[in-house]
Structure formats: structure tokens, C-alpha cells
T-cell receptor
Framework: GENVEQHPSTLSVQEGDSAVIKCTYS??????FPWYKQELGKGPQLIID?????GEKKDQRIAVTLNKTAKHFSLHITETQPEDSAVYFCAASYPGDQFYFGTGTSLTVIP | EAQVTQNPRYLITVTGKKLTVTCSQNMNHEYMSWYRQDPGLGLRQIYYSMNVEVTDKGDVPEGYKVSRKEKRNFPLILESPSPNQTSLYFCASRPSGGLSGELFFGEGSRLTVL
């Protein structure tokens, strides 16, 4: 099956700085890469996703990049705010609807 | 309001006492799945279902059962819980097909097995 590795496991940034979280995957058949944000006591929520036919996608302060050759994808958050503090999960999915999640990154934005 | 509802949210039980965690979605989604979340291990898939009466094992199915008799419900059954099943459980759903792969998660069920 697929193996998704996520780094770093914890990340602290000053408010206004950028945050980058990186993931690698092993199965070249994976074609869908979502990022989820989990706030304390809640279920994960999708914040952005990218498909394998696209190299980059942006939504306001959040962007995701995908390098299919190297099998890695990254989440970029610019101008971080305290409300960005949460646990972030990357995932990889391939046909058959199996989702494989990374181990999570706990992001703390220091005011 | 579109949502995935899990019950109970919190449960403390003892080894060997059968329990069921219910999951219901009101979005008419074909696909439903169960995950467990453990520190340092992320979200691991237990079972998933592509549609009514169709279920498949995920990565960590041992000790769990599921059923999908109706489209909206996907209960998780622990026939004989053990302490290593102490975890935070999430149910999720999504429509099959189409371009959107978004999984909609419930709020989670924290289970402690003594």
C-alpha cells in the first residue's frame, strides 16, 4: 500500500511569518493529494487539495505544490495568524478511494 | 445542515464488553469510512464502504467489524474491545465519483478501554 511521510511533526512560527509542511508518498499511482486542518476537539476539515495533473494550487494565504517526479507535495501558509494554529494532515489517494494520511504537523502561531 | 454524526462522543468501557459506535451522514454519500487517530501515527483507516452492502478492510481492521445496511449509516462494532483499541475514532463520508475528493469527517469518538 501507499506510505505517506510528513515533516515536521511540530512547527512554531511568529505571527505573520510563513509556514511550510512537507509530505512524500511512495505509490506513483496516487493521483489526489488533500490537506486537512484539525482544530482541537474537532474532526479534520479539508483546506486545499491538488490533483496529479496540476503542479500548484493557491487559495488566498494557502498554497499547495506537487512534484510528481520526486513524489512530494507541500503546504505553504503565508502571513500566518493565530487562528492557523492546529494540526495539519496531508494525504494521498489513488483510484479505489483508499486514503493514506501522514502523521500530522502541530502548527503553533505565536502572536 | 450537512454533517456526519457520531455517537457516543466519549466512552469508557472494560475489556471484552461489546460496543458499537454509530455513524450517520445526511449528504447521501456513497462512500463512508472509519479511521482511528493515535499520537504519532496520524489517521489510519479501519474499514471503508463504497456503497450499501459493500465493505472493505483498511490498514488496521483487526478487532473491528462494520456493516452497511443503509446508505446513511455505517456503524463500527468492537466485539471484544481490548486496551490497544483505546483511541480517537473518526467516521468520514464522501460522494463517489466526480472531481471532488473531499472527505467529510464527524467530530470524533474518544474511546477508552480499561
Amino acid at each position: 500500500g501507499e506510505n505517506v511521510e510528513q515533516h515536521p511533526s511540530t512547527l512554531s512560527v511568529q505571527e505573520g511569518d510563513s509556514a511550510v509542511i512537507k509530505c512524500t508518498y511512495s505509490d506513483s499511482a496516487s493521483n489526489y493529494f488533500p490537506w486537512y486542518k484539525q482544530e482541537l476537539g474537532k474532526g479534520p476539515q479539508l483546506i486545499i487539495d491538488i490533483r496529479s495533473n496540476v503542479g500548484e494550487k493557491k487559495d488566498q494565504r494557502i498554497a499547495v505544490t506537487l512534484n510528481k517526479t520526486a513524489k512530494h507535495f507541500s503546504l505553504h501558509i503565508t502571513e500566518t495568524q493565530p487562528e492557523d494554529s492546529a494540526v495539519y494532515f496531508c494525504a494521498a489517494s489513488y483510484p479505489g478511494d483508499q486514503f493514506y494520511f501522514g502523521t500530522g504537523t502541530s502548527l503553533t502561531v505565536i502572536p | 445542515e450537512a454533517q456526519v454524526t457520531q455517537n457516543p462522543r466519549y466512552l469508557i468501557t472494560v475489556t471484552g464488553k461489546k460496543l458499537t459506535v454509530t455513524c450517520s451522514q445526511n449528504m447521501n454519500h456513497e462512500y463512508m469510512s472509519w479511521y482511528r487517530q493515535d499520537p504519532g501515527l496520524g489517521l489510519r483507516q479501519i474499514y471503508y464502504s463504497m456503497n450499501v452492502e459493500v465493505t472493505d478492510k483498511g490498514d488496521v481492521p483487526e478487532g473491528y467489524k462494520v456493516s452497511r445496511k443503509e446508505k446513511r449509516n455505517f456503524p463500527l462494532i468492537l466485539e471484544s474491545p481490548s486496551p490497544n483499541q483505546t483511541s480517537l475514532y473518526f467516521c468520514a463520508s464522501r460522494p463517489s465519483g466526480g472531481l471532488s475528493g473531499e472527505l467529510f469527517f464527524g467530530e470524533g469518538s474518544r474511546l477508552t478501554v480499561l
